[in-house]
């Protein structure tokens, strides 16, 4: 359990004198991130923050900088956990059919699971936000995952995995599109097995050579 409570010993002028305040780091981040992902980046606010991970904002302000930076950490963390399971299926899939399959059937699951906040928070934490710079940090990650997945599409192509007349930047927007519209269906109301129907209707439309 985060404590935010100084404590000190008394200086020769009778004044306390505290120690800095301490806490646990980690626990902290790791509600703050689950602030921004059900609320999003604009609808949390500091107050709301300092509530959740139990500290006071000096120390959140020591600890993580101001609002903006702690939500670069979060998003640093989030694809380092709950977000990672996509870069995975690709590093550990022989292929880029077999990669998004598994991609897509394990979004069906992450994306539902009602231990956090469901869909992605890369997809929904810009949601009516006025700020340029998280709405380009999170549009970068999205886009990056794209341009990986057509680099894995493409070395497929080559390989002869893949048709050669494949339209790999259109088949990776494709996934991008299933991956995010997936999100938001879980944020309305989609099941797991919604999910999974879907993911199996958008492998249909993968080329086979």
């Not at 020769?12 to 992902?37: H, Q, Y």
């Not at 904002?57 to 709950?82: C, H, I, M, N, Q």
């Not at 231990?115 to 549009?139: D, F, K, M, W």
């Amino acid at each position: 359990m985060a404590t935010d409570r100084g404590t000190g010993t008394r200086d020769g002028t009778g004044r306390a004198r505290g120690r800095p305040r301490s806490f646990d780091r980690a626990a902290a981040l790791e509600k703050a991130l689950m602030a921004f992902w059900r609320h999003g980046y604009e609808a949390t606010s500091v107050s709301d923050l300092t509530r959740v991970m139990g500290i006071g904002a000096p120390s959140l302000y020591a600890a993580f900088g101001d609002k903006r930076t702690l939500f670069d950490e979060v998003v640093r963390v989030y694809g380092d956990t709950y977000g990672a399971f996509t870069d995975r299926a690709l590093a550990e899939e022989p292929t880029a059919r077999t990669g998004v399959a598994r991609m897509l059937r394990e979004a069906a699951a992450e994306y539902t699971d009602p231990a956090h906040p469901y869909g992605c928070l890369i997809v929904h934490a810009a949601t009516n936000c006025t700020s340029p710079e998280v709405q380009v940090l999170l549009r970068e990650r999205r886009n990056a995952a794209i341009a990986a997945l057509e680099t894995r599409i493409r070395a497929d192509v080559a390989a002869g995995l893949l048709p050669a007349g494949t339209d790999a930047a259109a088949l990776a927007r494709h996934t991008g599109a299933m991956i995010q519209g997936m999100s938001q269906q879980a944020r309305d109301g989609a099941s797991r097995k919604d999910l999974e129907a879907i993911a199996e209707i958008a492998l249909a439309v993968w080329p086979h050579e």
